[in-house]
């Protein structure tokens, strides 16, 4: 006997209505709302595990380059302002993701609001960082230091974007307890970008020979 | 099943008769360079460790090709051949087995061969390649020609490679060598002159740009002679240098072709 | 039942529009305008950006690459991301896509309409790039060139490669990945329709820059963009990075995507060890996609930088490092040709285990084989860089690793010859096909020890060796496979069958003309022949013109294939829902499939490839049947 696994049906359960063709192009739309979320948070930690590739190659080509030193000019203090800048300004989008989960959404704007403020200043600074760089990008460490602030900065910018998109809807109260995964999405995009600022801080303004 | 590998075994048995016999055909350009010659073993020892793979692989698909076809649609399913864990665990060890052969000779034995320093250097030449054309220069007799590369027979040579504008590669067929040559640093090529030649009876004797550099990288290639001493010798004399070899101690320098 | 099945796609269109046709056609115009007014924007706001900061008002490259970062967006909405995607954003309901043949041309999310796009996209580059390749042979005649200039020679070459190896990127995995994964899986869709969708619609950008630098005077750099060439050359370089940077956003948003839906979007039963070989592969493909392809679009965003902001990356007057490229590069690079590869094999030990009517050989060592050369594929690639002056302690290291690859390869090889080893073959064309591939194969693979193994590299490195043996891996190993898939899913797709005569006379000639054309191509690049050149020394002549002649006749066998295709798609016999007689899930359904894919969800009970097993379970129930009472 041929086995091509048509033979018999064995599945009992009632045959589902056929949608109509808009509704069915929207297959995630059947699932669970949870098993959606599950899918999403997974696919937002797979993004940021290809864009740490992204990074790492750019933090493997600054030290193929140009060495694990720094240049001399580089003002130290701003280095470290921003930096505390930005490292706070993860405090307080995690703030606004919880406080959106308890449905207080004031709160959340308020944290929002800030974190949109230190996210802003942090990409001033290292705009003043560049207009008053003491190093030009023809040189290797300037070539390092200006492609990977520039590219990070990049990302700032487009979480500042995000976020502002995301304030705008909170203040709407688009969002609550049982549905924040834009906000949640934003903020960990943000925490993110941080964390990638917490590797190349210490490989541009910190090492040395 | 005992038919089938009995086939199969013969045949496999006659295709690697097949292959040594092609095996024999000497491929190669003919080698001018003492380096030249160890690349030479290393492609023969390759060859001969891939004629019995391949040959394995195109017996048992030729002959279930032929042997397991059916005209139209087969009524029934083939032999389901479960439960023979053991066939994949054979074929691990074995394919190990012959990587590890493999890295080991011609490998990593290879590329100590290959990578070599000279323990002495009887003459350096430098080549610059620029687009799309190099300039070599003999140091030590004083002689700069864009025409064509002369070098004594069964003497110590090094390369020494530089690059004015983007990548070149320096690769002379005929010694089966080849350095890129790269904007920044210079590179080295050593090894010893074997045998006498010239571009006129072998065209593998051209010095070529073998790394994609614009518009004439096809043509950016120089005649190379390997010649007596005597001749080179006066070969120099000819373009108003100073005859004779003046063995250099080699410096520090690493040897083969690397960095800095 | 087809009729049924018509129904669902043309009639039920819920709010699609009425005048597809127009529809689409007036989505691509507005994509085309927005993309304009990106592109006006771009350029603007860098010109009050450069005045502010004091540079000199205008820079062409750098204006190009401001324009193209806003254009981009403005035709991705413009075309059908707003009204598909954006408008949720802001509260809006979404427009969907037209129902009927208008799909095809529209941002449509349905994952079986975007595998057709890839499809058709990717066939039609292939061809297109093809007919480079019949220019380059036809050039290559002559020893000093029969009809280009060596700068145009270049230009076409650097085309040819770029496309092909654009082909080889997503012709597989994109159109059948597509297709056939959730089909596999049980599942409705792929886990993010939309991200598919916008993948697909990043791909005409690409062809659209890659065709904009021609006149530009093209890029003389190959596919490779080795610096400080591509860092001094036109303008039409800048086209290529922009182009390839583009692509490989595609190739990074369809491996996340591939991934979570192997994930998350199984059947219910659909078990780890029941899942079939191809969607394996497709699985073990997407990590390198994922992963790796950051690095290329690295590489290229420093040339691109090196080109338009000053930076001193590759400039070695500034202190730049010319290798740097080639690691960032090759780290990516070389793992791309298991994302050409990996799908492939999955295609055709698939299809080798169902027309063999035999259980799939040694299954769970060919997945774990895909997960060796996914790991192994990261470390290896400094093997190209053998003659390129690295660190001369790099070299061993790198010549082991590359030479492990070999053992899970040599595995596949195991499975294939395992699983067809006392079948019964049916050898139709898609067999013909999967067969040919593990031939071709094995000559790219043992020919690429020769190139792992240093000592003989140093001699062999950039020359015709070289270009015989990639293209036996890649088109022996890739697109042979991709034409098995197609020949093997053309019923299920179209649901009309293609004509046996035609496919075989494709096979023959192909396979024919395929190895006759590369066999004896070792040989010039043995004998001192470099690659990437435009003449040669006069003493290969011979064996250039039997590689040429034979090139055409492989270029010709395309010809019924062509036809094939075209003309059965009209005129071909109405294919069943399981032609082969194939326990998978894509045959579990109607050919073609419903919108839904499956009527009634599948429930997986066993194996996919127990052929002949005494008590096997049905790998899963056919949905049809429960659907439509039959």
Redesign the interface.
């Given at each position: 006997m041929?086995?091509t696994g048509n033979e018999a049906a064995l599945r009992t359960a009632p045959p589902r209505q056929a949608p109509a063709y808009g509704e069915a192009v929207h297959a995630g739309h059947q699932m669970p709302k949870s098993k959606r979320a599950h899918i999403n948070r997974v696919a937002l930690w797979m993004f940021f595990f290809s864009e740490s590739f992204m990074f790492g190659g750019l933090l493997a080509g600054k030290f193929y380059l140009a060495g694990a030193g720094h240049d001399a000019h580089l003002d130290q203090f701003l280095g470290l302002l921003i930096t505390s800048i930005l490292l706070l300004s993860s405090v307080t989008a995690y703030q606004a993701e919880t406080a959106i989960k308890h449905g207080k959404t004031g709160q959340c704007v308020a944290w929002l609001f800030l974190t949109i403020v230190f996210g802003a200043i942090f990409a001033v600074g290292v705009g003043f960082e560049w207009a008053t760089a003491h190093f030009s990008v023809h040189e290797p460490f300037g070539t390092a230091f200006f492609a990977m602030t520039g590219i990070h900065a990049a990302h700032v910018i487009s979480g500042v974007f995000m976020l502002v998109l995301i304030y705008r809807l909170v203040r709407r109260g688009r969002f609550g307890p049982d549905h924040y995964w834009p906000v949640e999405a934003t903020v960990k995009y943000w925490h993110f970008v941080d964390v990638v600022w917490v590797f190349f801080y210490p490989a541009l303004y910190l090492t040395t020979w | 099943?005992k038919r089938?590998l009995g086939i199969v075994s013969v045949l496999w048995l006659v295709l690697i008769g097949v292959g040594l016999v092609l095996a024999g055909f000497d491929?190669?350009?003919e080698t001018h360079s003492d380096k030249?010659a160890?690349?030479r073993?290393?492609?023969e020892t390759?060859v001969l460790m891939?004629v019995p793979?391949?040959a394995f692989?195109?017996a048992?698909?030729t002959y279930?090709?032929l042997a397991?076809?059916?005209r139209?649609?087969?009524?029934?399913?083939?032999?389901?051949?479960?439960g023979?864990n053991w066939?994949?665990k054979v074929?691990?060890v074995l394919?190990?087995a012959?990587?590890a052969v493999?890295?080991v000779y011609?490998?990593?034995v290879?590329?100590d061969?290959?990578?070599k320093k000279n323990d002495t250097t009887d003459i350096v030449v430098k080549l610059q390649a620029t687009k799309w054309r190099w300039i070599v220069q003999y140091p030590d007799q004083n002689v700069t020609t864009l025409k064509e590369l002369v070098l004594p027979v069964d003497k110590h040579v090094r390369f020494e490679i530089q690059a004015s504008?983007?990548?070149h590669?320096v690769?002379v067929?005929?010694f089966?060598?080849?350095?890129?040559a790269?904007?920044?640093?210079t590179?080295y090529l050593e090894f010893k002159t074997t045998k006498t030649g010239s571009f006129e009876d072998n065209?593998?004797m051209?010095l070529?740009?073998?790394?994609?550099?614009?518009?004439?990288?096809?043509?950016m290639q120089l005649p190379v002679r390997v010649v007596a001493a005597t001749e080179f010798d006066q070969w120099v004399a000819d373009l108003g240098g100073e005859p004779g070899l003046k063995p250099s101690v080699a410096k520090s320098k690493?040897g083969?072709?690397?960095?800095h | 039942m087809t009729d049924a099945v018509a129904h669902a796609h043309g009639a039920a269109g819920g709010d699609g529009p009425a005048y597809t046709g127009w529809y689409a056609a007036g989505r691509m115009a507005r994509g085309v305008a927005w993309a304009a007014v990106g592109f006006a924007l771009g350029v603007a706001l860098l010109a009050v950006v450069r005045n502010i900061t004091g540079h000199d008002g205008w820079s062409k490259e750098a204006s190009i690459c401001a324009g193209y970062l806003l254009a981009l967006p403005g035709w991705l909405f413009g075309m059908g991301m707003w009204d598909g995607w954006g408008r949720e954003w802001f509260g809006h309901k979404v427009k969907h896509a037209p129902s009927d043949w208008g799909r095809y041309f529209s941002f449509c999310h349905d994952h079986k309409v975007i595998g057709i796009q890839y499809l058709a996209t990717f066939v039609f580059l292939f061809l297109f790039a093809g007919l480079f390749a019949m220019v380059i042979r036809w050039q290559l005649l002559s020893p000093n060139g029969a009809i280009l200039t060596?700068?145009q020679?270049?230009s076409v070459m650097s085309m040819h490669g770029t496309v092909m190896i654009a082909v080889a990127v997503a012709g597989v995995a994109g159109s059948f990945g597509n297709y056939i994964l959730p089909l596999q899986l049980g599942a409705d869709d792929m886990a993010f329709p939309r991200l598919n969708a916008m993948s697909f619609w990043l791909i005409p950008p690409v062809a659209v820059l890659l065709l904009a630098a021609l006149p530009m005077g093209g890029w003389?750099?190959?596919w490779?963009a080795?610096?400080?060439?591509s860092t001094?050359?036109g303008t039409g370089q800048l086209m290529f990075n922009l182009a390839i940077i583009t692509f490989g956003l595609s190739s990074i948003l369809s491996g996340l995507n591939f991934i979570c839906t192997f994930i998350f979007m199984r059947a219910e039963g659909m078990t780890w060890s029941r899942i079939p070989v191809f969607s394996w592969s497709l699985f073990a493909m997407a990590w390198i996609a994922l992963l790796f392809t950051q690095l290329f679009a690295v590489s290229l965003i420093m040339v691109t930088l090196d080109r338009v902001a000053g930076t001193s990356w590759f400039n070695?007057?500034h202190?730049?490092?010319?290798?740097l490229y080639q690691h960032v590069f090759w780290f990516y690079s070389h793992p791309a040709v298991y994302i050409f590869v990996l799908p492939a094999f999955g295609i055709i030990l698939e299809i080798l285990s169902h027309l063999?009517?035999?259980?799939l050989?040694?299954y769970k060592?060919v997945v774990g084989a895909f997960f060796g050369i996914l790991g192994l594929s990261g470390i290896v690639w400094a093997h190209h860089m053998f003659?390129?002056?690295?660190?001369?302690r790099l070299?061993?290291p790198f010549?082991?690793t590359t030479?492990?690859i070999?053992?899970p390869t040599?595995?596949i090889?195991?499975a294939a010859?395992?699983t067809?080893?006392?079948?019964?073959?049916?050898?139709r064309v898609p067999m013909l096909f999967a067969?040919g591939e593990?031939?071709n194969f094995?000559?790219g693979g043992?020919t690429g020890?020769?190139l792992a193994?240093?000592?003989?590299d140093?001699?062999l490195?950039?020359?015709y060796f070289v270009v015989a043996h990639f293209h036996y891996t890649i088109v022996g190993g890739e697109i042979f496979a991709l034409f098995a898939g197609i020949y093997f899913w053309y019923p299920k797709i179209t649901g009309r069958m293609y004509n046996e005569r035609l496919g075989q006379w494709h096979f023959w000639l192909m396979f024919l003309g395929f190895n006759f054309t590369f066999i004896p191509m070792f040989?010039p690049g043995?004998?001192?022949m470099?690659r990437?050149?435009?003449?040669?020394?006069?003493?290969?002549q011979n064996i250039n013109i039997v590689v040429s002649v034979m090139a055409f006749i492989l270029g010709a066998s395309f010809l019924p294939f062509v036809w094939n295709m075209l003309a059965s798609l009209f005129r071909g016999e109405r294919a069943q829902a399981n032609p082969w007689?194939a326990r998978t899930l894509e045959w579990q359904t109607t050919s073609p499939p419903p919108v839904e894919n499956f009527p009634v969800p599948p429930l997986v009970t066993g194996g996919p490839y127990?052929?002949?097993?005494?008590g096997a379970a049905v790998h899963a129930a056919p949905a049809y049947s429960a659907a439509a009472g039959d």
């Open positions: 041929v086995t | 099943m089938d491929v190669l350009p030249g160890d690349v073993h290393a492609w390759l891939a793979v391949m692989v195109i048992v698909l279930s090709f397991y076809r059916r139209g649609e087969p009524a029934e399913d083939g032999p389901p051949h479960t023979r066939v994949p074929w691990f394919t190990g012959l990587s493999v890295i011609p490998g990593l290879g590329i061969a290959v990578m504008d983007v990548l590669s690769w067929p005929a089966l060598l080849k350095v890129d790269v904007p920044g640093k590179t065209e593998a051209r070529q740009c073998a790394e994609l550099c614009g518009r004439d990288h096809a043509t690493p083969g072709h690397s960095g | 060596n700068a020679y270049n003389d750099t190959g490779t080795y610096p400080p060439l001094t050359n070695a007057t202190g730049g490092q010319p290798l063999s009517r035999k259980p050989f040694a060592w003659t390129s002056t690295m660190d001369a070299l061993k010549l082991i030479e492990l070999s053992i040599g595995l090889f195991l010859l395992g067809i080893w006392q079948g019964k073959l049916w050898l067969l593990v031939f094995l000559i043992v020890i020769f193994d240093l000592p003989t140093i001699h490195q950039d020359t040989w043995i004998q001192g470099n990437r050149i435009a003449e040669y020394t006069p003493d290969l007689r127990d052929y002949g097993v005494p």
